[in-house]
Nanobody, 126 residues
């Protein structure tokens, strides 16, 4: 079974940090474009960050630049999203995603990704 499973969500105070993890099973993350998306209540799912299949291109949504870092460990088939200096507007359900195609480009659009995790809740509140 091909799936992605996220973990690491939770409640954090403004200014705090969280690290999300996402493990793939049934397929390897190596050479695939990977990404993190989030969906706040009442809003559409938006792209937060992605890395191309080759690893040569990384993108962040403007609100995440300088605060979030995407990475992956191919030996563990795991991707990460390190989030620092968190703000209440970072609240939402966070989803990891990966492409079926190898060596794909990094594009922060939901329709460019084929595999999705079930989501993990992140709440930033005092």
């Amino acid at each position: 079974q091909l799936q992605l499973v996220e973990s690491g969500g939770g409640l954090v105070h403004p200014g705090g940090s969280l690290r999300l993890s996402c493990v793939s099973s049934g397929f390897a993350l190596k050479d695939r474009a990977i990404g993190w998306f989030r969906q706040a209540p009442g809003k559409e799912r938006e792209g937060v960050s992605c890395v191309s299949g080759s690893g040569g291109s990384t993108k962040y949504v403007d609100s995440a630049k300088g605060r979030f870092t995407i990475s992956r460990d191919n030996t563990k088939n795991t991707m990460y999203l390190e989030m620092n200096s968190m703000k209440p507007e970072d609240t939402g359900v966070y989803y990891c995603a990966a492409t079926r195609q190898l060596f794909g480009q990094c594009v922060l659009r939901t329709d460019t990704f084929n595999y999705w995790g079930q989501g993990t809740q992140v709440t930033v509140s005092s």
